[in-house]
């Protein structure tokens, strides 16, 4: 996993953001304020040193932005600092452009490893594929998200290896919304990585919705992007498959989902998201499972939030800063 060094209004790879509905930004009954104002998310990840916050804001202040919130991260003992900031600013008076000049002059000020700017009014919606298996629940909670504005993506089409029938409550979905769906029938020789990759060349990150298909190194590296996968344990307990029955036979209290990274090791890619609820001797593997499925569709979603909001960066080799 490479963590590149750049300033951009698109996604650099393995950074998790998400993106509540950001709307032209006003206080309310503040008549100093303009239904003008665009609302920007700034994140910074560099080495740690005296004055960082000084010169955010002022960058931000100097072109009459104004910051209406901003999380810092300082780990103990590693030299290494992580912010995100939340501004409104007059387009008019710090045009696009300017932004990304200003924040990259900061970020080869301060020898930053990552430095990231979005202004979700402005910029284009990340472009994602979704892939998908036989199970739905995930596919439709992301499918009705999106639909709702809830989720700020613009899905590039559906691909899955569950050959669907044209009257399917899905199918129809998609074809209402103009949503190309494409089965791809695999097998253990064929994967039909390389139609998937053509498939999806053009867009920001992919989506496994149960896609229960592992992908190999070689697509992880041809793709380059980030890819979530929402698996449907308490991850790092009960990898692989059937998480729910291992659950159920280790007598656990408490069942969970988890939103993760794809790496080239199953299942064990950083963790964006995770969510649990309590389980007891009286639940059988029906309910285990039905409980399950809750979990994840709210984890993926809320997971998918979060990048697109710019929420997530990488910390150490395994894990992740949410703010």
Same mark, same amino acid.
């Given at each position: 996993?490479?963590?590149?060094?750049?300033?951009?209004?698109?996604?650099?790879?393995?950074?998790?953001?998400?993106?509540?509905?950001?709307?032209?930004?006003?206080?309310?009954?503040?008549?100093?304020?303009?239904?003008?104002?665009?609302?920007?998310?700034?994140?910074?990840?560099?080495? *740690?040193?005296?004055?960082?916050?000084?010169k955010l804001s002022e960058c931000i202040a100097s072109r009459g932005g104004n910051i209406l919130g901003a999380d810092v991260f300082v780990p103990e003992n590693?030299?290494?600092?992580?912010?995100?900031?939340?501004?409104?600013?007059?387009?008019v008076k710090w045009p696009r452009e300017q932004m990304d000049e200003d924040?990259?002059?900061?970020?080869?000020?301060?020898?930053?490893?990552?430095?990231?700017?979005?202004?979700?009014?402005?910029?284009?919606?990340?472009?994602?594929?979704?892939?998908?298996?036989?199970? *739905?629940?995930?596919?439709?909670?992301?499918?009705?998200?999106? &639909?709702?504005?809830?989720?700020?993506v613009d899905i590039t089409c559906v691909i899955s290896n569950h050959n669907r029938c044209p009257n399917t409550h899905v199918m129809r979905f998609l074809e209402r919304n103009n949503v190309p769906y494409h089965y791809l029938h695999t097998t253990k020789e064929n994967k039909r990585e390389g139609e998937i990759l053509e498939l999806v060349l053009n867009t920001d990150f992919l989506v496994l919705a149960r896609y229960m298909q592992i992908l190999s190194g070689h697509f992880l590296r041809t793709y380059g992007k980030d890819v979530i996968n929402i698996h449907h344990g308490l991850l790092?307990?009960?990898?692989?498959?059937?998480?729910?029955?291992?659950?159920?036979?280790?007598?656990?209290?408490?069942?969970?989902?988890?939103?993760?990274?794809?790496?080239?090791?199953? *299942?064990?890619?950083?963790?964006?998201? &995770?969510?649990?609820?309590?389980?007891?001797?009286? *639940?059988?593997? &029906?309910?285990?499972?039905?409980?399950?499925?809750?979990?994840?569709?709210?984890?993926?979603?809320?997971?998918?939030?979060?990048?697109?909001?710019l929420r997530l960066l990488p910390y150490e080799e395994n894990r992740t800063v949410v703010f």
């Open positions: 996993m490479t963590f590149t060094r750049r300033v951009s209004s698109s996604f650099p790879q393995f950074v998790g953001f998400a993106k509540r509905s950001f709307k032209s930004y006003k206080l309310p009954g503040d008549p100093s304020s303009s239904p003008s104002l665009a609302h920007g998310i700034h994140v910074f990840h560099c080495p *740690d040193e005296v004055g960082i916050v000084a590693k030299n290494v600092f992580y912010s995100r900031s939340e501004f409104v600013f007059d387009p924040f990259l002059k900061l970020s080869k000020m301060f020898s930053a490893t990552r430095s990231v700017v979005r202004v979700p009014d402005l910029d284009p919606k990340f472009k994602i594929g979704v892939l998908a298996s036989k199970q *739905d629940h995930c596919l439709i909670e992301l499918l009705y998200g999106w &639909q709702e504005g809830r989720l700020p790092p307990s009960f990898k692989g498959g059937n998480p729910s029955k291992q659950a159920f036979d280790a007598g656990v209290k408490l069942i969970g989902a988890t939103s993760h990274f794809v790496t080239e090791e199953l *299942d064990s890619g950083p963790i964006i998201e &995770q969510m649990v609820e309590r389980v007891s001797h009286k *639940d059988n593997l &029906q309910s285990f499972v039905q409980k399950s499925e809750n979990l994840e569709r709210q984890c993926l979603a809320k997971a998918m939030r979060s990048y697109c909001e």
